[in-house]
């Protein structure tokens, strides 16, 4: 069973600070993926990533496969990236699929 | 392109009865996951059907089902409700195939809140 953990699980940060999650897990995966969700509910994909590194605007995510770790990094943080964000893990195999979730990271920035 | 919906949004039921939710994908998506949100366990991954079979279930009672439609919608249900079985679910579509090792970006729907008094 994969073990996905998170951190930190609470963050406040200034508007315009430069803001790191970091996420654990604990056996091979097929790809990893960083989620963020917003009061309400609702989950939106940042990325999905099996290799290497991704940006898309403010948002950075990387991913060490031998040593199982993943970052998420925001530059420039602004009071909208408020929400908790959330790393996924999946394991693909023989025709099934599963996603196993860390607990999220809290994520408040203040203006 | 419609993004993933899901009815109802809310609902409200008592212990003991059962219900039953709906999940429509972005067209052209095959594969459609369900998920259960507590605050206490976080996110988990309840199954996911692909061309109306079940591929894959969490570790969660036989309470809890499912089942696929020719047009990839997808229900889920409960049976027997429980007050522990208040939560948010969640379904995901996504353009996994059936032999596919790849991975594919998840598309989330809205979520219904269940809550059982």
């Known amino acids: 069973k994969n073990e996905v953990e998170q951190s930190p699980q609470n963050l406040t940060a200034q508007e315009g600070e430069f803001i790191t999650i970091n996420c654990s897990y604990s056996?091979?995966?097929?790809?990893l993926h960083w989620l963020q969700q917003h009061p309400g509910g609702g989950i939106v994909s940042l990325f999905m990533l099996s290799s290497g590194k991704k940006k898309h605007g403010r948002l950075i995510a990387t991913i060490n496969i031998q040593e199982k770790h993943s970052s998420l990094h925001i530059t420039a943080s602004h009071p909208r990236d408020s929400a908790v964000y959330i790393c996924a893990v999946a394991y693909s195999g023989a025709g099934s699929y599963q996603l196993t979730f860390g607990k999220g990271t809290k994520l408040s920035v203040i203006p | 392109k419609a993004g993933v919906t899901q009815t109802p949004r809310y609902l409200i039921k008592t212990r003991g009865q059962q219900v039953t939710l709906s999940c429509s994908p972005i067209s052209g998506h095959r594969s459609v996951s369900w998920y259960q949100q507590t605050p206490g366990q976080g996110l988990q991954f309840l199954f996911e059907?692909?061309?109306?079979?079940?591929?894959n279930k969490g570790n969660f009672p036989g309470r809890f089902s499912g089942r696929q439609f020719s047009n990839s919608r997808s229900e889920m249900n409960v049976s027997t409700l429980e007050l522990g079985d208040s939560a948010l679910y969640l379904c995901a579509s996504s353009l996994r195939t059936r032999y596919s090792g790849i991975d594919y970006e998840q598309y989330f729907g809205p979520g219904t809140r269940l809550t059982v008094t």
């Open positions: 056996v091979g995966i097929s790809a």
């Open positions: 059907y692909f061309s109306e079979t079940q591929r």
